[in-house]
């Protein structure tokens, strides 16, 4: 369920909604495009350490094949169990009510027992996915902050949710594929 209304300061977009395991797995994923070639090529330099480390150790291309491949495989196991657990660490929060407003007041975030709100300047910029919205933090270290999906606003709304945060906020990585 989603509202948008217009504010005397600017456009307001609402949100309400439960975040879910895709939700975290689209967020982490988005993340990762959003630090670009250089931040992916950074991901794989421990696997290939791993596998140059088993390749001296052994002398087997082999075994260095074996290793690289288990390490990347490992990376995206870890990807999914990192989703399960942000969700199983949400879930007591409940249902979140976030308002995005296009003034100095940024972005609120409402819980049932918390509320806490970000000013544009503590946010580095967002990702936009095919599902939602990611805020992250500033650079360099560019982690996931919070995530507004899609599902919980109208076509309306996720054009005036985009319009908002491309005017206070940089974009991370490309836009994604129209739907």
């Known amino acids: 369920m989603a509202e948008g209304r217009s504010a005397a300061a600017g456009a307001v977009v609402e949100l309400r909604y439960e975040l879910r395991q895709p939700d975290w797995s689209d967020a982490l994923r988005a993340r990762v495009r959003a630090q670009g070639i ?13 596998a140059v480390t088993a ?15 288990g390490s990347l495989f490992g990376f995206v196991v ?21 308002t995005v407003a296009d003034s ?18 503590s946010l580095g910029g967002y990702v936009e996915s095919a599902a939602g919205f990611v805020l992250l933090t500033p650079a360099p270290y560019l982690l996931v902050v919070h995530y507004l999906p899609k599902r919980a606003m109208g076509r309306d709304d996720t054009d005036r949710l985009r319009g908002i945060l491309d005017r206070h906020l940089p974009r991370r ?6 739907h």
Do not use: I, N, Y
């Open 38 to 50: 250089k931040g992916r090529l950074r991901g794989l330099l421990l696997p290939v350490l791993f």
């Open 55 to 69: 390749w001296w150790l052994t002398d087997s291309v082999l075994v260095a094949g074996a290793t690289m491949l």
């Open 104 to 121: 100095d007041d940024a972005v609120r975030f409402a819980g049932t027992d918390m509320e806490l709100r970000r000013g544009w300047q």
């Open 173 to 178: 990585g490309s836009r994604p594929p129209a």
């Open 78 to 98: 870890r990807s999914g169990v990192l989703a399960a657990r942000h969700a199983r660490m949400t879930a007591p929060l409940g249902p979140w009510t976030v």
